[in-house]
């Protein structure tokens, strides 16, 4: 730009060297067309130039665009990672319910209630299947795993949303049951979790049939922490499973 401008000034401050006034007139002409090219050939090259730049600044965009889909697609399969870490900490594999882990943090927290003193009406259902090593050791462990699969949908569509339904290891089950208010609704519940679980069940061309033996205990009644809940309810469980009598409550004396 300077250049030109500098061209045009030097041009702009000559005078023909001719008394001929046509002469003079093609000599401006030709001065003003030199410069007309010279501003083309400038006008040519800052359009060049600015195209190389725009090139440059929509590739330089395109690549922070690319770094930061990728930054997002990472940060989202972090987040996605550490969701799936979670729920399989907390999570049975095969089953798909709530773990041991699971049950007793959510039971710690149920104790917790109204700074520290517990809810009314807390019950824990624990749940052992009769015969379930035969069954495994007849069929094999692959016909195990999918009546264990199966006790586990059944057993989920019995409980309320708000109670919850684990598998604690093995072929051992708990059910947490808040807000009741007698006996004669854990009854209930017992009955029906011992119906379900006890319905004929196919599995390819093998009919079986498996009872669950159910132990129940009450907060605060039989215990105010969750190792003392859960081994008033295992007790109780293995009370049920001595007299086949499907559940039973927890007896502190009979435990004595």
Known sequence: MEAVKTRLRLQAGQRPHTDDHAEAVRYLRQQMLTCAVALDQLQSGLAGHLAEQRLLAQQALHSMQLELEQAQAELAGTQAGERRARHMALHDTLTGLPNRRYFRQRLELALRHD?????????????????????????????????????????SRVVRQGDMISRIGGDEFACLRLDWHSRGQLIQLAVKLHEVVAAPLTLGILKLSIKPSIGISLCPADGQTVTDLLKAADLAMYHAKQQHSGHAFFDQSAAR
């Open 115 to 155: 700074e520290g003193t517990p809810p009314p009406g807390m019950a824990v259902l624990f749940m052992d299947l009769d015969g379930f090593k035969a069954i495994n050791d007849n069929h094999g462990h692959q016909i195990g795993d999918e009546l264990l699969r199966v006790v586990a949908s059944r057993l």
